[in-house]
């Protein structure tokens, strides 16, 4: 499978963006898409994850820092993961990785995820 990554830009403290993820290719019947992101000088993190099963997404993960302001969804229709943040503060600055699991099990551990789309810059001024 291959991922493309889009919407990332430049927004205010305060302000939504909505970042997508689109898998192109075959993939396993259980798999997970999840959202890393790298800051200036931090390591990559998770942001979010999401377990599908034939594309009928489930289960998720976040990260303390961003639950409540941002949400990971699915469409199957377009094999496409989303990626919606509110609530942005200038913490939220980064590069914004989506990544593919060839398993069904949520994980927050980056070595355990087996394609990287291309990563998509988010700029929060304040």
């Known amino acids: 499978v291959q991922l493309q990554a889009s919407g990332g830009g430049l927004v205010e403290a305060g302000g939504s963006l909505r970042l997508s993820c689109e898998a192109l290719?075959?993939?396993?019947?259980?798999?997970?898409v999840a959202w890393f992101r790298q800051g200036p000088g931090k390591e990559r993190e998770l942001v979010a994850a999401?377990?599908?099963?034939?594309?009928?997404?489930?289960?998720?993960l976040y990260a303390d820092s961003v639950k409540g302001r941002f949400t990971i969804s699915g469409d199957n229709a377009k094999n496409t993961v989303y990626l919606q943040m509110n609530s942005l503060t200038p913490e939220d600055t980064a590069v914004y990785y989506c990544?593919?699991?060839?398993?069904?099990?949520?994980?927050?551990?980056?070595?355990?995820?087996?394609?990287w789309g291309q990563g998509t810059q988010v700029t929060v001024s304040s």
């Open positions: 290719g075959r993939t396993t019947s259980s798999y997970v």
């Open positions: 990544a593919h699991r060839y398993s069904g099990i949520l994980t927050s551990l980056e070595s355990s995820y087996d394609r």
């Open positions: 999401i377990k599908a099963i034939r594309w009928s997404f489930g289960n998720t």
